[in-house]
């Protein structure tokens, strides 16, 4: 139950780190990113929804959550969860794919935009390593 708890605390915090980071460069630059971030445009049900920030950044949350419980667990299974790597990778083909998601919505950067999305893969970058960085630390920590 402990390493639950963490893994849930893991990924509230590197969510808020993302979405604090997309936040503050689509502030700086204009580039929708956090938008992006936010958006639930491509989803069927969802999209219909009356939804505003603090409800669409509270599902961003839920889904780092289980983005981080998935990731730990899949990691563990494979002998190579104490290691940041697979985390920062893992998480650099999510934001690549999820990028594309842009061409659903007329709200979120251009498909081509190239600024907006050097700053979501560096976003993705980020959240990885403070989510590979927690896990490991969890990890090592369990066997003290």
Known sequence: MKLCIKLIVSGVLAAFVLG????????????TVYVLLLNVDYFP???????????????????????????????NRLGVSRNIYPYVIANLMIGFTLFFTTAFSNRTPDI???????????????????????IVYIDVKRDR
């Open 112 to 134: 081509l935009d190239v600024a907006a999305f050097t700053y979501w893969i560096v976003g993705h970058l980020i959240y990885g390593v403070i989510v590979g960085c927690f």
């Open 45 to 75: 049900i969802i999209k219909d929804w009356e939804m505003n920030e603090i409800l669409d950044f509270s599902l961003h949350v839920f889904v780092s959550i289980g983005l981080v419980i998935i990731l730990y667990w899949v990691f």
């Open 20 to 31: 604090g980071f997309l936040k503050k460069v689509e502030q700086i630059t204009g580039e």
